[in-house]
């Protein structure tokens, strides 16, 4: 199941005016563009969990999604309050929009090198996911036709010469285009193991997850493996298929 899209988020928040120079009262609330630093979601990936665990169940059943606009205060804690909804797309969304935001957490506007209050205004993006395709039908093969052959495919510890991956760098650029934002918004890291055979040409095919510390990274590691290209596992001297397992570690580059 897809999480609810929120990088709008973070792009609302992370661009701030020049600030006044001038000593900044603790209690005043100040406009995002009168700060120096703006503030920071720190738990985008909760919020994202969240909204999934909030959708509407009326709203997900029939695929509908839409954004709802929401004005809160960020206190000098990182702390939301006084949310309400400016425009929302749908009215079921707001209460479960309203309870989201209040476990965001943020780094606190600063002015002076003070932290303050700052009034913003968030993109709460909902979005269903795609309904599943209908399975298509199978046909009987005939009679006279032997079973597709699932033997080929040889165990790494079966082979004389194991693969070697030969373009690791583009592998590193193929994660670094497809880390979710909101992952990479938040800092989380995290590990996933996958499953792919190496064709005798040297691609990958077949991906598979078979554990994930972050469901938000399976798909980002399925494309990223399918960049890898390796020399040829062999027996015999020749080029076989292998099915190879790795754990690919995703970092937040700092």
Same mark, same amino acid.
Request: hydrophobic share 45%.
């Given at each position: 199941?897809?999480?609810?899209?929120?990088?709008?988020?973070?792009?609302?928040?992370?661009?701030?005016?020049?600030?006044?120079?001038?000593?900044?009262?603790?209690?005043?609330?100040?406009?995002?563009?009168?700060?120096?630093?703006?503030?920071?979601?720190?738990?985008?990936?909760?919020?994202?969990?969240?909204?999934?665990?909030?959708?509407?169940?009326?709203?997900?059943?029939?695929?509908?999604?839409?954004?709802?606009?929401?004005?809160?205060?960020?206190?000098?804690?990182?702390?939301?309050?006084?949310?309400?909804?400016?425009?929302?797309?749908?009215?079921?969304?707001?209460?479960?929009?309203?309870?989201?935001?209040?476990?965001? &957490?943020? /780094? =606190?506007?600063?002015?002076?090198?003070?932290? !303050?209050? +700052?009034? @913003? *205004? %968030?993109? $709460?993006? #909902?979005?269903?996911?795609?309904?599943?395709?209908?399975?298509?039908?199978?046909?009987?093969?005939?009679?006279?036709?032997?079973?597709?052959d699932t033997t080929g495919i040889y165990e790494l510890k079966d082979?004389?010469?194991?693969?070697?991956?030969?373009?690791?760098?583009?592998?590193?650029?193929?994660?670094?285009?497809?880390?979710?934002?909101?992952?990479?918004?938040?800092?989380?890291?995290?590990?996933?193991?996958?499953?792919?055979?190496?064709?005798?040409?040297?691609?990958?095919?077949?991906?598979?997850?078979?554990?994930?510390?972050?469901?938000?990274?399976?798909?980002?590691?399925?494309?990223?493996?399918?960049?890898? &290209?390796? /020399? =040829?596992?062999?027996?015999?001297?020749?080029? !076989?298929? +292998?099915? @190879? *397992? %790795?754990? $690919?570690? #995703?970092?937040?580059?700092?």
């Amino acid at each position: 199941m897809n999480k609810p899209f929120v990088a709008a988020l973070f792009a609302a928040v992370l661009t701030a005016a020049p600030a006044a120079a001038q000593q900044a009262p603790a209690a005043q609330v100040y406009e995002l563009r009168s700060v120096e630093i703006a503030p920071r979601p720190l738990n985008a990936a909760e919020m994202a969990a969240l909204l999934n665990s909030l959708y509407p169940a009326t709203l997900r059943a029939a695929s509908v999604s839409g954004t709802v606009r929401v004005s809160m205060i960020v206190g000098t804690d990182g702390t939301p309050r006084e949310a309400h909804v400016l425009e929302s797309a749908d009215s079921a969304f707001n209460a479960p929009t309203l309870t989201a935001v209040q476990t965001l &957490r943020f /780094s =606190p506007a600063e002015l002076n090198d003070q932290p !303050v209050n +700052v009034r @913003v *205004e %968030l993109p $709460i993006v #909902w979005q269903a996911p795609a309904p599943a395709p209908e399975p298509a039908p199978v046909a009987a093969a005939p009679a006279n036709l032997a079973a597709p052959d699932t033997t080929g495919i040889y165990e790494l510890k079966d082979v004389t010469v194991q693969p070697r991956p030969i373009n690791v760098p583009e592998l590193q650029r193929a994660m670094e285009l497809s880390y979710p934002e909101a992952l990479r918004f938040a800092g989380t890291t995290g590990m996933v193991q996958v499953r792919f055979v190496v064709e005798k040409d040297g691609r990958t095919s077949g991906a598979t997850i078979t554990r994930s510390t972050e469901i938000g990274f399976n798909n980002p590691t399925v494309y990223s493996v399918s960049a890898l &290209r390796f /020399s =040829p596992a062999r027996v015999n001297g020749r080029p !076989v298929r +292998v099915w @190879v *397992e %790795l754990p $690919i570690q #995703w970092q937040v580059a700092r």
